[in-house]
């Protein structure tokens, strides 16, 4: 009895403390939010694509004698100005490439196409000499790319042309028959219409498209990878909140010890270890009850699935545990509330860094090397498996390394409290 | 000179505390390298070293003729290296990293897509790692040119009058096939910086920390606040405030003082860590020295307005050190110093271009990133004063009523 009391009377401090509510759940929430309105509209399928500026200078001109309707320059102008791509294009005409490269530079724009003059020209007899140039703003990545990617495919679409009456006239030619210039317009235009349909289903229709992508297994079948990435995101922030929690609630004992109070209770016929259960009772629900907030959080506002259930359970358990040794270890050396803030930022921190939890999503050898050393690097094994929708049999050897972590850490920061109150 | 003398005892109690070095100077530096390392993992300079993409095949079509074009075509190029496999291997092989993904052709593949008839190729990739967006990209390309092949040789054979003959289709086809690997339409197009000082190819000039440094940098300037803020909380709560206050320095030279001691501590720390970037780690932060002062005193003296005004609301050090943190979450993020904003979505994006911190981001990238010079400063430089002074105007007022 004697144990919860102690442990209600830590928490209803807690509760009261503004800076425990906001670094355990306030921070993690705001950090995850950030992250979710940035990149997560993605996830509800509401993409909203940035703005690409793109400013165009078309210097081509059609040939004399040319078949064609309009130079190729025109054909890729029309493209940035089409109707089509004007929610997230937007594309002004510059007159040459001194004032677009100046508009780039002063960021009015992103990217800039030139078309050279006689580009038509030197593209119909294959000459390879004179090229578009993509001007970038050497921060932008996505944008360049983009515009690349457009210009290559209208040139791809443009060279089908060119391969379909090649092959025709060869084929022809190998069949023994002459060619009829009358259908060819016919067959151009047969192409044409095939090959816009097809980039219509490739970049619009991707269920439709000759070429389907699908994530591996292990994502499980949600398949959205922007979900994925906030389910690892947000797995690093509650590890990282979840341990600072455990840590800042244990220091109960410390500020207790300052006031005075540790030592009038010590006076009372309470002995050592039930005072000590009681405080390790209420770092345990502390965790607990945010690492509940945090994870109902993460499910129903930023729809992440932690996985199944009880992978689900042992990861969070294992995190308990953990969290509550390493705090009971790391109060353990602190002598004094004042040394907490360093503690707590320099160690967790780096214990944090080192072992993955702010770079969650990304793939990095030397942390997961590393992540084997510390009890966050294990937690963050276990919710890997889990979100990934890993069965309870895989998440067993985790679990069990962070119980006995969580033993070995609690004994030894149990036994140091022991000789200091002796 | 009262003002300096306030100034001098705040950074001396300041750093009096050999703790406060953590926050201000290792943290920050360890954020950096972490964060540059980040950026750098899986750009692996060894020339020796196979950088083509691992792509598993698996193909169920046997020795059908368009899917043997199409292995012919992956096989010679050069970002991707093919991984024969079996079906039941590819979720080990994806799972190990073995390779990067896998490619799937279907059971009768080349008489579906003969007969006209849809039969998608199956690419399992993470689309979210860098390797799974490149293999999307190079077999669109791929996808593109053998569909094309095998529409031109019905077209032809159409055209022709053997539409249905075999012998014809196959000829058409490899013709076309031919054809379209002397067509290369990425040729004729190149990618250039547009500033002719702009470090090198990629988006962070070669260099990941010209992302990190700047980012880390801004970021930690906000998070110093925790020190110097704590100054005005601890003077408040031990009436030492209100004691100051009873002599003849008036309050103007009370709330100047501390705020150039907060900008003391800021801009030293910027200082510290533009120099550690400079000579650590190659952040070319000297190409144009004007330029990165303005905008590292600007960045300073917003950050310690905003330190004022949290000095003016707070009711404890903890709350000192909450606020610093929300603070510091709410402009690094949307100030683009966590990951560049273009990413980000379209209204994130926008909220967040004209955020303070990302008028610093703006400054010290023209600087690095895009090799620009001392002109192109000013506008970060003057949009950041304009938030500094806002910033100070509202913990002046918020300071008059203290009611101390």
Known sequence: MKILDIAFKDLVRSTRSLFLIGMALAAPLLITALIY????????????????????????????????????????????????????????????????????????????????????????????????????????????????????????????????????????????QTLDPAIIPTFFETYSTWYANFQRAMFHSPDKAALVVKSPAEKGDAGNNVQSMMGMIMSGQLIFFSFFTGAYAMMSILQESEEGTLARLFTTPTNRTTILAGKFLAVLFTVIVQGAVLLSAGRYLFNIRWGETGSFLLSFMGQMFASVGLATLLVSFIKSSKQAGFVFGGALTTLGMISGLFTANIQIAAFDLMGNFTPQGWVLKAWKLSLAGQPVSELVTPFLVLTMMGIVMFAVGAMLFRRRFA | MRIIDLALKDLSQIFRDKRSLLFLVAMPIAFTIFMGFAYKNGSDNDASKDTRVPLGWVNNDGNGYVSTQLFEMLSNSDSIRLVELTSDAVDESIRTGEVAGVLIVPDRYSEQVSAGNEAPLTLITDTNSTNGQSLYQILRTSVTKLMSAVEIAHLSAETIGKPNDASELNEAFASASQAWSKADSASLVTVEMAMENAPTENWFGDNPYNQASPGI????????????????????????????????????????????????????????????GQLALGVNYMSAPLGTLLVSVALSLWVAAMGLLIGTVVKDDSQVILFALMAMFIFSALGGTWFPLEVASGTFASIGKVMPSAWAMTGYQNILMRGLGLESAWMPTLILLVYALGFFLIAVRRFSKLGI
């Open chain 1, 37 to 176: 309105f940035s990149f997560g509209s993605i996830a509800s399928g509401n993409v909203e694509m940035p703005t690409i500026n793109v400013g165009v200078v078309n210097l081509d001109g059609l040939p004399a004698n040319s078949l064609l309707e309009a130079p190729l320059g025109e054909s890729i102008r029309s493209m940035f100005f089409d109707e089509s791509v004007r929610s997230w294009i937007h594309a002004s005409d510059y007159p040459d490439e001194a004032t677009a490269r100046d508009a780039v530079n002063a960021q009015e724009i992103g990217v800039a196409v030139i078309i050279p003059a006689a580009f038509t020209e030197d593209y119909l007899v294959g000459s390879k000499e004179t090229v578009i140039t993509i001007l970038q703003d050497p921060t932008l990545s996505i944008g360049p790319t983009v515009v690349r990617d457009m210009v290559t495919s209208l040139l791809d679409g443009v060279a089908g042309g060119g391969v379909a009456f090649k092959v025709l006239t060869e084929r022809s030619e190998a069949n023994g």
């Open chain 2, 217 to 276: 940098l801004v970021q930690f300037a906000i998070m110093g606040l925790v020190s110097s803020g704590q100054i005005l909380v601890q003077e408040r709560k031990t009436r030492t405030l209100q004691r100051l206050m009873s002599t003849t320095m008036r309050p103007w030279e009370i709330v100047a003082g501390h705020t150039l001691a907060m900008f003391g501590i800021v801009f030293t720390q910027i200082a510290l860590l533009v120099v550690f």
